[in-house]
């Protein structure tokens, strides 16, 4: 038993579980148990004992072999153009005070009066980009896995581009609409493939922080577009939110091709060591390096023959086998197919994979707790524009600051514990990582998720000065962050060869979403905030409570998915 996670019987290796930390001797060996590893590839510095998982190829176009500030320079930019679909619409772990999205709810009343529609019909119609967000990820996703990442983002943001110039020309809401609906589709690339790209180009020690950032990112986007927007609005007409974004999203596209390349790639299955059901990987590369070579040259180019296996020792600076792709190559939009699977089975992999354990335990963590913060942003003008508090719409949009401070503050401190807590267990469990390390921090979302619910229904309910409930708001974000980069995390690690699908599986919680914005009104009117929102704390809790059975059984789940007909069925579909 490995900290509390069962271990398997019946498999030599349980996807998942990979060998993470070692020892350095005094001869500056690196060893596990009696296993010289010196030949496999580790961190630096303070991370010198970590093992890289996967082990990066011999290649350098492999982008675990990219410089840090390369990776993370894409990374930047990417989260940039996410801040920017997060003000535009958004419906994850971040802050959606209407279903059409936090840029344009505040010229709702303008546009309704505009276009001659009601209010609830002009939020409930715009509410169908939710749903087709749910929809169009499945297509989105398989796209990615056939054809790669960069020809999707490139995409995304192209659709983007032409459905906000759409919305800054409509002169129909049925234009509007139509334009709006065309957008959402282009914004389905950044619920299922940032995580992915995460996942490409980012040891296992390195996901947390990065995670957070793209986390911290989309709370900026949301929060401050809500803010933002409300004075664009008031001095330069609701169209122009959709004209701000067109110069962005135009800008972004160009910024994107030049400089974010394609991140899937190919390696040699051995190097996934996180990966596959036969002999431990990490222990064949090791054993597979002659002696002499790791005595002198542990991090040689020769390739080494295990069983009808070739082992790809990452080679060092400026002996890297095969010729560096430049800079006018990386440029190119489409690298070939990077999947032999047919487009139309990864398109229904997602679907299957909602019977594997892991899955549906990430779709209803993720999706229901993230759901709760819709259910929060959607009601917000119901409770505080009412008595007591007789916010004004602008007072209404100020709340939000809660939110957004929680979701910052909950990002930079969520990123490095999530790093620090994995890194700390595998050492503390003998050099071997496993997945289930990841759901420790759904504590933090137990205790103060469920405070922040009860808190914030409770105070709402015997009238407590506002400061009480935006407290409680604020926090609800801080604590759902911890929650989202757990189960975000433990997917990646349960699923790397299949990252893209599992999100998209997850992700069918838009449906969820969707169907809440139009009861959730009527269900606080009719029962008062303090029922609804104690029974929403409740549901948190229990599916934190889940969380235990998951740690606990996770490995042998892992190994049952890996080793059943039906579960390889679906991996191999």
């Known amino acids: 038993m490995g900290l509390g996670v069962l271990e398997d019987k019946h498999l030599s290796h349980v996807p998942g579980t990979a060998l993470l930390t070692d020892i350095i001797g005094s001869d500056n060996h690196h060893r596990h148990g009696g296993l010289d590893t010196s030949a496999l590839r580790h961190g630096k510095g303070k991370d010198s004992d970590i093992v890289l998982v996967p082990q990066p190829s011999k290649s350098p176009n492999d982008p675990l072999n990219w410089p840090l500030w390369k990776k993370d320079l894409m990374l930047f930019l990417i989260c940039i153009d996410t801040a920017v679909v997060g003000a535009w619409v958004r419906t994850a772990p971040a802050k959606p005070i209407h279903a059409a999205g936090p840029m344009i709810s505040p010229g709702f009343v303008e546009m309704a009066g505009q276009f001659g529609v009601s209010y609830n019909k002009l939020n409930g119609d715009l509410g169908y980009g939710i749903l087709v967000i749910g929809i169009s990820c499945f297509f989105t996703n398989s796209m990615a896995v056939v054809w790669g990442r960069r020809p999707v983002f490139l995409l995304g943001n192209l659709l983007l581009f032409i459905s906000s110039i759409g919305g800054f020309y409509a002169h129909s809401f049925g234009n509007l609409l139509g334009f709006r609906l065309l957008g959402c589709i282009g914004m389905s690339p950044f ?252 504590v933090i979302s137990f205790v103060l998720g469920g405070m922040s619910f009860f808190g914030f229904g409770w105070s709402l309910e015997v009238q407590d000065p506002w400061i009480v409930p935006v407290i409680f708001y604020g926090l609800q974000y801080f604590s759902v962050g911890f929650m989202t980069i757990a189960v975000y995390g433990y997917l990646t690690d349960c699923h790397r060869d299949k990252a893209p699908e599992a999100f998209a599986a997850i992700n069918l919680r838009n449906i969820y979403s969707f169907g809440m914005n139009y009861f959730i009104s009527d269900w606080i009117s009719s029962q008062g905030p303090k029922e609804v929102f104690c029974i929403v704390g409740g549901l948190h809790v229990f599916i934190c409570l889940c969380a235990i059975p998951m740690y606990i059984f996770g490995k042998r789940c892992r190994s049952w998915t890996s080793r059943v007909k039906v579960f390889e069925k679906v991996m191999q579909a």
Not at 306 to 321: F, K, L
Not at 343 to 366: D, E, G, H
Request: charged letters at 15%.
């Open 191 to 442: 619920e299922v493939l940032v995580t992915t790209t995460i996942a490409d180009i980012y040891f296992v020690h390195q996901r947390g922080v990065r995670l957070a950032a793209w986390g911290l990112c989309l709370s900026i986007g949301v929060g401050g577009g809500t803010i933002i927007s409300g004075y664009i609005i008031q001095d330069l007409g609701w169209n122009w939110t959709y004209g701000i974004c067109a110069i962005m999203f135009g800008v972004w596209i160009i910024v994107l091709f030049l400089f974010c390349p394609e991140t899937a790639y190919r390696r040699d299955d051995i190097l996934n060591t996180d990966l596959g059901t036969g002999l431990d990987k990490a222990e064949q590369i090791a054993s597979s390096v002659p002696k002499a070579q790791t005595e002198g040259e542990s991090h040689g180019i020769e390739n080494a023959e295990a069983g009808s296996e070739i082992v790809e020792d990452a080679a060092p600076d400026g002996a890297w086998p095969e010729k560096k792709h430049t800079y006018w190559q990386e440029l190119k939009i489409f690298h070939g197919r990077v999947s032999d699977d047919p487009f139309w089975k990864v398109l229904t992999r997602p679907l299957m994979m909602l019977i594997f354990p892991q899955v549906l335990f990430s779709f209803f963590a993720y999706g229901l707790t993230t759901s709760w913060l819709v259910v929060v942003g959607s009601v917000l003008a119901q409770l505080f524009t009412a008595p007591p508090y007789n916010f004004s719409v602008s007072g209404v949009g100020l709340v939000s600051i809660a939110s957004l401070v929680g979701a910052i503050v909950g990002a930079f401190i969520s990123g490095p514990v999530a790093d620090w807590v994995v890194k700390a267990m595998a050492r503390r469990n003998g050099g071997i990582y496993e997945a289930e390390f990841r759901l420790v921090l759904v």
